[in-house]
């Protein structure tokens, strides 16, 4: 994946709410208004970190089953996928090797529950789910429909879950009401 400017830092960026925008992928433009916050700004940039067992072999999946494009490589065992609205990290770590000093879990890569998983918004559901499916993923559950729009349940390769979702016109809005 030779891609220009593949090491060091990002360059210092905007800082505003004391976050460097440029340093964590967001334009100067990330900070405005938030329509569903009134008066308050967006200030939190978020990156999306996913552990692979083979860097190379999640680099063709999310790339392919994603349209997305590698970033930067950052040391021989991080790979920065950009084209979603968050920038997204993949992080080589030997299955069975310790996840975290505080618990007592290994990784894993067999299919595997998590109560944060990611969801990739698109516009044609049924085209999605062939990419995705013809890269390597696997689809869950049949199609579901809802007044939201229409979710495929997926899981990748590497046994992390993930939902594909084609919102319909109104989108979330058909169901929300006030907090």
Known sequence: WGVPGTWGPLPAGNLQ???????????????????HREGAETVVGLLVNVDVSDIEAAARFYCAAFQLDPGRRLGPGV???????????????AAGSRACHAADGRRAYSRHWTPIHLDFVVDDLDAALARSMSA??????????????RIAVMSDPFGHGYCLIQFSAAGYDAIAAPA
């Open 17 to 35: 709410h004391g976050i460097d925008s440029e340093a964590v992928g967001l334009s100067p433009d990330s900070f405005r208004p938030d329509p």
């Open 79 to 93: 790979l920065e996928l950009v084209g979603a609205t968050a920038r997204i990290y993949l992080l080589e770590k």
């Open 136 to 149: 390597g993923g696997l689809q869950e559950h049949p199609i579901r429909e809802h007044a939201w729009g």
